[in-house]
């Protein structure tokens, strides 16, 4: 007796697939990751270009900062730097310190000075240092300053406005009131027929300043050149003298 032939029956995992399918999932596994390293690259190289110009964008701006600040300087030079003599620095209120003074602006008004004829003195009395200096031209036409460092900026405020009580008409002088530096200020002149000595005093802080000099007719120094140097004295003394304020 024969018995027919079973009949087939799938597989339980479904159809298999041909011979050749796993080699095509090798492939495509392959060409996927080849897409994912050139993304990463792509990505990689995109951020490196990007730091870069932020970088040379950066560098731009320190470039034209630079170019601002040497246009600041150009004008300090120009505008107030030698008038405001932020080159110097605050030193001792000794006799070396008359040495310390830029005669520029002295020798743009008066003529080259004599260094030889400059004379300078110094003390400390009851603890309150003080300095004067007298400096001259070659014609011996000469600007003197004097400061000393007093106990209270306010009593050094009223000294000054006491001017006004005796370097008055009265007693010859002719008096002004000095407001365009420091905290109180006074200028006065006397005429003594063929010269005429100017004095301008001034309060900076606790410091007293007095810068005096005397013009002579027969001289082509005007009271206008003599005012400009006796105000950069008092202002380089402001300078000098800072420490003591």
Not at 80 to 94: A, F, K, P, T
Not at 157 to 179: F, I, K, L
Not at 197 to 215: E, F, Y
Not at 217 to 224: G, K, Q, R, Y
Request: aromatic content about 12%; overall charge negative; hydrophobic content about 25%.
């Amino acid at each position: 007796m024969t018995y027919p032939s079973q009949p087939g029956y799938p597989s339980p995992y479904g159809q298999q697939p041909p011979p050749g399918g796993r080699q095509q999932n090798n492939l495509w596994l392959i060409g996927g990751s080849i897409v994912l390293v050139l993304v990463i690259v792509m990505t990689v190289i995109l951020l490196v270009v990007q730091q870069t110009q932020s970088d040379d964008s950066a560098d731009g701006g320190t470039d034209n900062g630079g170019d601002s600040d040497n246009g600041g300087d150009d004008g300090g030079d120009d505008g107030g730097g030698s008038d405001d003599h932020g080159d110097l620095g605050s030193i001792e209120m000794n006799a070396d310190a008359c040495a310390a003074f830029d005669l520029s602006t002295f020798e743009s008004q008066y003529g080259s000075y004599s260094p030889d004829e400059t004379s300078t003195s110094s003390s400390n009395s009851g603890g309150n240092p003080s300095v004067s200096c007298t400096f001259y031209n070659e014609d011996y036409t000469s600007v003197y300053i004097y400061v000393t460092d007093w106990d209270s900026a306010s009593d050094v405020t009223d000294y000054v406005g006491s001017d006004a009580d005796y370097y008055n008409e009265e007693n010859g002088y002719t008096y002004s009131e000095y407001t365009n530096y420091g905290d109180a200020g006074s200028m006065y002149s006397t005429d003594y027929g063929e010269s005429t000595a100017t004095t301008l005093h001034v309060a900076l802080g606790s410091l007293d300043v007095t810068v005096s000099t005397t013009l002579y007719d027969n001289e082509s120094i005007t009271a206008d050149s003599g005012l400009t140097v006796l105000e950069d004295f008092v202002k380089q003394a402001d300078v000098l003298f800072a420490d003591y304020k």
